[in-house]
């Protein structure tokens, strides 16, 4: 089993920044798949920017050049550094991680998830 908890979101006025930061804790394959996605009201949950046990990112094309996904795996934790915010960045904010089944990361591979975060962005 692995349990994620993400870092506290926050509220921020358009072009401002927020890192969001997701703990890790028991269990991680050595070869895993770690993530944030957001849920937006009335929205299907959908992936913002990935990252693998190889150091393999990839990212949504409406987040590229803004987001910045990392992590330090001394610490079990990942981290997304958010900047140039824009309102249609507000959602609900969740850490996923899973075992790395194929060649790149799929959405199928996330099978652990954190309670989410609410980030806010006001125009």
């Known amino acids: 089993q692995v349990q994620l908890v993400e870092s506290e979101g926050g509220s921020v006025q358009s072009g401002g920044s927020l890192r969001l930061s997701c703990a890790a804790s028991g269990y991680i394959a050595s070869s895993y798949c770690m993530g944030w996605f957001r849920e937006a009201p009335g929205k299907e949950r959908e992936g913002v920017a990935t990252i693998d046990s190889d150091g393999n990112t990839s990212y949504a094309d409406s987040v590229k050049g803004r987001f910045t996904i990392s992590q330090d795996t001394a610490k079990n934790t990942l981290y997304l550094q958010m900047n140039s915010l824009k309102p249609e960045d507000t959602a609900m904010y969740y850490c996923?991680?899973?075992?790395?089944?194929?060649?790149?990361?799929?959405?199928?591979?996330?099978?652990?998830w954190g309670q989410g975060t609410q980030v806010t962005v006001s125009s």
């Open positions: 996923g991680a899973g075992r790395k089944t194929e060649s790149s990361c799929r959405r199928w591979d996330y099978n652990y």
